[in-house]
């Protein structure tokens, strides 16, 4: 705060939440947390104003799954828009091992139309720490986005970020890919800090100043 008076300021060592963290509401792991977002414009570079299109943290929690007309459970990402969900304090994303899928992305169409009528494409990622992404590929809307996240990464690397980027290039509509929530269908694996039992703070990125 500027009115510290001392030459380095205040010195931080660290925090604890007393009572722990509120773990996500259910046995159901999904995105619990957001950790960026920013929305793109619509295809005639003007802004989204529609309230419907405009709450990121309508991608957050259990999805609704509802693609039927006027659904209300999604943020659009716009023209390169994008959207970062963690799983809720640094958990991990299980994974089956193998071939099978392990992560889904919900998507809202209204209508449930297909991608051949409504083509609104992301580039899915995941992470470990945010700063270094792995690639699911580019995904077009769909009632079922299932992606294998083992094939993507280095073995043993947990993930406990999702990254979804409108991709407007293969020709996503008026306000891009519409964001319902991701569910890790395995489930995930709580975080615990090395050597400690209870909550504390977790460094995920830290800019640089000079």
Do not use: H
Request: hydrophobic share 35%; aromatic share 10%; with cysteine.
């Amino acid at each position: 705060d500027a009115s510290s008076t001392t030459f380095d300021g205040y010195d931080v060592d660290g925090v604890i939440a007393i009572n722990g963290c509120t773990p996500p509401p259910d046995n159901r792991c999904t995105g619990f947390e957001l950790s960026d977002f920013f929305q793109g414009t619509r295809q005639n570079g003007q802004p989204i104003v529609d309230p419907i299109r405009i709450d990121p943290n309508k991608a957050l929690g259990i999805p609704e799954n509802d693609r039927s007309n006027g659904a209300d459970n999604f943020v659009s990402l716009g023209m390169e828009g994008y959207i970062v969900l963690g799983m809720g304090g640094g958990s991990a994303i299980t994974t089956d091992g193998g071939p099978g899928a392990d992560l889904r992305v919900f998507e809202t169409t209204w209508g449930n139309r297909s991608c051949a009528s409504y083509p609104e494409y992301a580039l899915v990622e995941v992470s470990n720490d945010l700063m270094m992404w792995y690639s699911l590929g580019v995904q077009c809307q769909s009632s079922d986005i299932s992606l294998d996240i083992d094939a993507a990464v280095p073995a043993g690397l947990k993930m406990r970020y999702v990254r979804i980027t409108n991709d407007s290039v293969l020709g996503s509509t008026n306000d891009g890919f519409d964001v319902d929530g991701i569910e890790a269908l395995f489930g995930c694996e709580p975080y615990v800090p090395p050597g400690r039992g209870n909550c504390f703070a977790e460094c995920a990125e830290a800019p640089l100043y000079v």
